[in-house]
C-alpha cells in the first residue's frame, strides 16, 4: 500500500481538523414520523418534547440525562422538525426553526454553561429543496429535491445561510446527513471550505465517506448495516493514511450500550454515539479510560523500536492491548516515516520503459550550441534536469593549449619554443603538459558561454555530470623507458622552470625520494623495484596522487565552479574523482595501494566507478603491509567486496558526498575491466550497500544497456527497495563508522554488512558468501531463534557468523536473493564469527567436542560435509576426524 499512501498524502494531506474526541455522544431525535403533523404541530416534532414551548425543556432533558450518565457530548437530531413528504426524509434546513424557535435560540448556550459540548444532525446536507421556504407549514413544502452543485450560486448560498446559523448557535459538531447525494468532487471542495471556515468545528460524513474525504472531516459508521462489516479492531488504514485524527462514530445498537462495550471502542479509537430513549437502562459512563490500545496507540510500549501493529511483530492485530505477545512476523517501515527518493541519472534513454526513479542525462557533444539541447532540459523532471557534459567538448582546449606547452630545454623536438616529437609521419607532436593554466581559461569561456545562455533562458539546471577521463598519471603521460621519446619527454616536464619552483616542492612535501633531487626518468618511468636509487620504490604513486589531485583541480576551476556562478545549488562532479587516506588503504583496480596524498573531489561531489572489476588486484599488497597477497581471487564475491570496501575508505576520508557509477548488470567488462558480478544478485548488494553508506545520486553507465531495459529495470527495482526499507528524513547513515576497519573484516570474512539507524532500530543489510550449495541467504541460515541468528557460510561452509538480537524483515519480492535485512537494537553488538569444529576447543554454537562426539540434538551437525564416518549405538552417532582436523564431517544424532 506504500505507492497509494504516498500518492494519498501528496494528493490530498492528512487530517487537518480538530483533534480526534472519543468522549460518547448522546444523540437526541425531536422529530419522528409517528408524530402527527397538525396546525399546532406542523413540523412533526415530539410532542412529549414540548418544543411547542420553546427549547428550554428538551435542552434540560438532554441536561438531566448527561448529569446521570456521564455523556459530555450531545446531538440533536431535526431541530428544524421534518417535511410531511417521509421520502424526503430529515430537512436540508435544519436551521430553519419555527418563529418561536428562533426566538429562543439563545437557549443553546445553556449547554456550554452546563460543560456539554452540544452539535446538530444536517438533514439530507447533500441536497437542496425546491422550493425553499425558510418557515415552511402544512401548506408550504418543498416539492423535489436536487443533489447540491458547488458552482450553483443559490445552492451554496442556501449551504452556508445554514451553516452560519448552526455556528450562531454554538455547534461544536455537525453530522452531515445523506452528504454522499453530492458529487465526491464537490464534496471535496465544500469541505475544504467548512475547515476554512469553521476550523474547530467536527464535521461528520453520515455513510462512511472515502478516504480522501476522510482527511477533511470524520466518518460515521454503524456496524452491520448498509453493507458495513462487524467491527473487530481499529481502523488501521485510517492511521496509515495519516486520518487518524479524524474522528470516526460508531453508531450503538440498544443491545451495544453497556459500559464494556463503550470502553472497548474508545481503545480502539472510536467515539460511541446512542439514541436517546428513556426506557435505557442507565449506562455509567463517567470515568472511562481514554487510553488506546497498546498496538495502535504510537507508542512504543515494549521498548523493542517497533510501533504498533504490524510493525511490533509482538502485536497479534492492532486491537491487541500488549506488545509482548507471540505476535507475527516483523514488518517494517514503522508508521510515521516520511519516505525519500533515490534517483538515478543514465547514459543512455530509458524513458520507453517508464521507470520513474530513472531519468536521462541531456548530452552535451558541443558547448558552442546550447540551443540544441536546452527544450530537452527543459522538458526533463522538476528538480532533475541534468546535463552529460561529454570530455570531447572542452577537453582538448584544456590540455592541449599551446601557451600551456612543456619548455623546450634541450629534451625532445622543439616547435615554437615547446617540447615535442616527431610521429612515424616525421609531424611534430606536442609532449603532453603538466600546466594548464591558458587551457583553464579557454573551457572557462566555453562555459560560461553556455551557462549563461542557459540561465538568460531561464533553463533550470540541476545537475551536471563531466567524464573528463584525462589524466597526468604515469600512465597517462609515457610508460616505456627504452623510447627515446618517452624519456625525453619526463626530462622535458623535470627541466621546465616550473618544476622547480612549483612541482618538485609538492612532490617532496608527499613523500618523493631522494627529496629535491630524485630523477622523474630514474624514479617514476622507472618504477618500484626498477626505481634509482631503490627507497624511491614508491616515487610512481607519489606522482600519479599528485597529478590526480591537480588535473581534478583544473577541471573544477574551468567546468563545475563556472556553473556554480550560474546555479549556485547545482550538484556537479567528474568522472572518478574522489578521496582516500593512509589510514584506509584500499587498493585501486590495479592493485596499487593509494599511499599518498587525499585526492579530490570536483564541483560538488566525489565520485567512482563501482563497475567490481578485478585486474592487477588479485595479486596485490591489499592491507597495506608491503607484501603482494595472491590469496585474493577473481571471484564475484571478491570483486563485489573490492568495491564495497573502496567506497568505504573514500567516505572515511573525506565527509564530501559521493555519487557512484555503476555499470548495468549484463555487461561483461571490456579489455580494461573484469566484470566479476556480472549477472548476478552481487550487483544489487552491491547497490544497496552503497545506498545504505548513504551514496547519492546513481550515475547509470548504461552503455552498454540491454535492449530490453532488464538492466535498467533491476536498477529502479532496487533504488525502491531501497527507499522502502531505509532512505527516510529520520534515517541515520553512519554504516561507515559502525563496520569495524580492519583487515580481517575488510579481505578475509566470509560476510559483509552495511548499518543504518532509523526509528531507534538499527538496519542492517547482511550479504554473506555463499557456499557452492547454497541459492540464497535463507539457506545459509543454520540456527534462528529470539536471541540471534547464526549463518554458515564460505566457499566450503567453515566459518559460522553470529548475529545477535536480529530479526529478518521479509519481502515479498525481494530484488537480491543473496542478502538478507536484519532489524536489531542500535547498541546491538556487531556481528562475529566463531570457529567450526576441529580446533581443540569446544566453544558456543560449536556441536561437537573436537573427540568426534556431537553435543547438539537431532537437528544439529558439526559441519556440512556429508562424508561422516559414523560408529556408535542407536541413540548417538560420533564423527571421525577427517585430515587430523578433529570433527570435520557432518555429524546428526539417529
Known sequence: ????????????????????????????????????????????????????????????????DASATGYQRAIIWLPSGRYMNPSFNMPSQFMDFLPHLEEDADAFTLFDQNGIDHGFWWGRAGEVPDPIYPYWDLEHQPTSKHPADYYDSNDMAFKRGQLEKALERGAHAIGLDAVGEMAANHRWLWFNELREVAPDVTFIHEGSGPDFLHSKIGNWYKPD????????????????????????????????????????????????IAGFRRIDPDVNLYNLDYTIVACHDNIDNDGDGFVDWPYDRECESAADNTENGEGQDVVWPPIGLSKQ?????????????????????????????????????????????????????????????????????????????????????????????IWRENGVLDVTRKFTQFFNYFYNNNAQVDLVVLD???????????????????????????????????????????????PGTASLVNTVLNYYQNAIPPQAYYNVLVWNALMAERVANYVDQSTCAV?????PSVTCSDYNNYYWSQQYPVPERNGHIQRFGTGRHVGTHQTQQVYASINGVRNSDMDGDGIRDSWFRPTPYNAFRLKLNAVRAL?????????????????????????????????????????????????????????????????????????????????????????????????HQDYTYTSVDVA?????????????????????????NSDKIVYLVGDLMTSRVVVEDAQIVTRANPVSQQGHWLLRPIDATEPYTVSVCGNGLVEEYEQCDDGGRCMGDDTTFCTSHVDCDGIGSEDEQYCMPRDDDGCTAQCRLS
Open 1 to 64: 500500500l506504500y505507492p497509494y499512501k504516498e500518492f494519498f498524502q501528496s494528493t490530498y494531506g492528512s487530517y487537518t481538523g480538530p483533534p480526534r474526541d472519543l468522549r460518547p455522544i448522546r444523540m437526541k431525535n425531536v422529530a419522528n414520523t409517528a408524530a402527527e403533523f397538525t396546525e399546532e404541530n406542523p413540523r412533526g416534532y415530539n410532542v412529549n418534547d414540548r418544543l411547542n414551548e420553546g427549547w428550554q425543556h428538551v435542552i434540560t432533558e438532554i441536561l438531566n
Open 760 to 784: 531507534n532500530r538499527q538496519l542492517m543489510r547482511f550479504t554473506p558468501l555463499l557456499t557452492s550449495e547454497d541459492t540464497n541467504a535463507d539457506e545459509a541460515i543454520e540456527i534462528i
Open 468 to 514: 573528463t577521463e584525462e589524466g597526468l598519471g604515469r600512465w597517462n603521460i609515457a610508460t616505456d623507458p627504452n623510447n627515446p621519446d618517452h624519456v625525453a619527454h619526463w626530462n622535458a616536464i623535470e627541466h621546465d622552470a616550473r618544476f622547480d619552483f612549483e612541482i618538485r616542492q609538492q612532490l617532496d612535501a608527499l613523500g618523493f625520494l631522494p
Open 341 to 433: 527518493k533515490s534517483w538515478a541519472y543514465a547514459w543512455q534513454s530509458v524513458t520507453e520503459f517508464n521507470y520513474n526513479n530513472i531519468v536521462d542525462l541531456v548530452t552535451v557533444t558541443n558547448l558552442e550550441h546550447p540551443e540544441w539541447v536546452i527544450d530537452e532540459v527543459n522538458n526533463q523532471p522538476e528538480g532533475h534536469h541534468a546535463l552529460l557534459v561529454r570530455a570531447y567538448s572542452y577537453n582538448d582546449e584544456l590540455a592541449w593549449n599551446p601557451l600551456d606547452c612543456i619548455e623546450h630545454t634541450g629534451y625532445g623536438v622543439e616547435q615554437n619554443g615547446c617540447a615535442g616529437y616527431l610521429d612515424i609521419d616525421n609531424q611534430w607532436n606536442p609532449f603532453k603538459s
Open 651 to 747: 567516505m572515511k576520508s573525506s565527509n564530501v558526498p559521493f555519487q557512484p557509477w555503476v555499470a548495468p548488470r549484463s555487461w561483461s567488462g571490456d579489455a580494461a575491466f573484469t566484470y566479476q558480478i556480472k549477472n548476478t544478485d552481487l550487483w544489487q548488494e552491491l547497490i544497496l550497500h552503497l545506498k545504505m553508506l548513504g551514496a547519492k545520486e546513481v550515475l547509470y553507465w548504461n552503455a552498454r544497456e540491454s535492449s530490453d531495459g532488464s538492466d535498467a529495470q533491476y536498477l529502479s527495482a532496487t533504488l525502491k527497495e531501497f527507499d522502502d526499507m531505509a532512505n527516510f528524513d529520520q534515517t541515520t547513515f553512519n554504516g561507515v563508522d559502525k563496520f569495524i576497519w580492519d583487515d580481517e573484516h575488510l579481505w
Open 563 to 567: 556553473v556554480s556562478q550560474f546555479y
Open 225 to 272: 448495516r448498509w453493507r458495513r462489516p462487524t467491527q473487530l479492531g481499529p481502523d488501521v488504514l485510517v492511521k496509515y493514511l495519516g486520518n487518524e485524527q479524524s474522528e470516526i462514530w460508531v453508531l450503538l445498537n440498544r443491545t451495544e450500550r453497556t459500559r464494556e462495550n463503550v470502553q472497548e471502542l474508545i481503545s480502539w479509537g472510536f467515539t460511541p
